[in-house]
């Protein structure tokens, strides 16, 4: 489904409500998720990897960090999605939002030993250990709660992939995962103490993948190192397959099929008879929402520039100063006349708060709507208040209905802890 798509008069809906209205009712900015679209993504997901009998029973395990509101945990959890967390906030949000902890993975390179025995009291289903000192600090910290929680470790496989340096993870210098000697070594030292429980291996290597070729290199690494510790006579009975399936955010650009991905998944398990893990986070989360945004003026220079100053800004929406990402822009309803180059830009002083430069865009006049598309995913995940501008506000829409799942805080609300 197109959840953000222009109905009858050419104005944009999502799902069935008019964004004009929602910009009336709610004011802008605001982020506008489809509930729809979260159940079709992650649905096409789980379908296609339950097409494959070697990936039977696997766990998807929704990254949290890309799209944490409580509603859109919760529309997930109740499709029988789980968790991959990386903060205690983050397993306390995937809980209050209905998912299981057995369904909820602790992932992180530094995790606090409040935060190990938070998410050992909660009895996640495994904890993620990414260190020699973390798997040393979690022995202790289970020891003291007499505990054995079931870990997986984090290999750094060297290779790197993803869709910009700032999100490449499994690279060699990169400091997610330990190096496959050292895991090896860590598995043993893990498998001979009594306060915890290795079960199996894990790797991500990197976000926006738009090539399937290094996620083969890796899974295969994640394979020998099975193979290995097995004939060490080590169990491993898990192998988490990571995140960072790219998603389509310019038009015409087509990620690997998601037939594909389980395809090359299931060859990477094939007769290990292990149970497989999948972090998903942009490929659920991405397209189910919009960032939308009003004109507040259109500046025009001598030189023939154009500004088109937006009321969202880079503290609404990071990705395009953090990653030079690009997101798609169109007006919610599109005005007669020739196309023009826009520079897009919010009202924060930086120059980097520039969401696009020289963008072909319809006529747009102060006051016209407009959306980010494919903005479901670190969104409004990493916005904050940066110039005093209040946390944008989130509306979840399911067919006709809508609601508001954030709201905008007031100026009160923006200073209540500040003295
Ligand atoms: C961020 C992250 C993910 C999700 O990445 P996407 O690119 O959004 O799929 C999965 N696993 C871990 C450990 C992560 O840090």
Redesign the pocket.
Known sequence: MDAFSAKDDGALFAEGVSLETLADAVGTPVYVYSAGKLRERYRALADSLAGQPALAGALVAF?V??NPNLSVLGVLGQQGCGA?T?SEGEIRRAMTAGIPADRIVF?GVGKTDAELAFAIRSGVRQI?VESAPELERLIAVAATEGASPAIVF?VNPAVGAGGHEK?T?GGEGDKFGAPVAEVMALYARAAASPHVTPVGLAC?IG??ITDLTPLKAAWAVLRAMTMELRAQGLSVERLDL????GVPYRPGETPPSLADYAALAAEAVEGLNVEAAF?????ISAEAGVLLASAIQVTERPDGRRFLVLDAAMNDLMRPALYDAFHAIEPVRWRDGSARLYDVVGPVCESGDTFAKGRDLPPIQAGDRVVFRTAG?YGAAMSNQYNSRPLVPEVLVDGDAWRVVRKRPTFDEMVAAET
């Open positions: 990254a960090k890309s991959d990386v992932s993620n984090r999100i993870t991500h976000s926006q990571g995140g960072g399936l972090e998903p986070g942009r490929m995913a």
